[in-house]
């Protein structure tokens, strides 16, 4: 029985360490192993660029609202270019092309 027990305790590891030679290749080198995980790095990497980009459109509507919620002279810019308004002291030309 002893011996048996000692065949066991020797070719045990030697069995592991084969099973995990030929199969730790095989699980890396699949389509669901290492490639996979390279597709990921790359998806993620993109992820996080385009949350870089928007945090900074964010950043840069945040001082536009703020601009138009404070600043006069921002209201009338645009009061004046997008709306097309004038002050009631104004006359306005038009001329056309």
């Known amino acids: 029985m002893s011996s048996s027990a000692d065949i066991l305790l020797r070719t045990l590891p030697v069995a592991m360490l084969s099973l995990a030679v030929i199969a730790v290749p095989v699980l890396v080198f699949e389509p669901e192993g290492l490639p996979r995980l390279r597709a990921f790095q790359k998806e993620l990497s993109d992820v996080e660029e385009q949350n870089d980009e928007l945090r900074r459109d964010v950043a840069r509507l ?5 601009e138009l919620r404070d600043d006069p002279v921002t209201i009338e810019r645009i009061a004046r270019s997008e709306l097309g308004l004038v002050r009631k002291s104004e006359i306005l030309f038009e001329f056309e092309p």
């Open 62 to 66: 945040r001082i536009e609202v703020s």
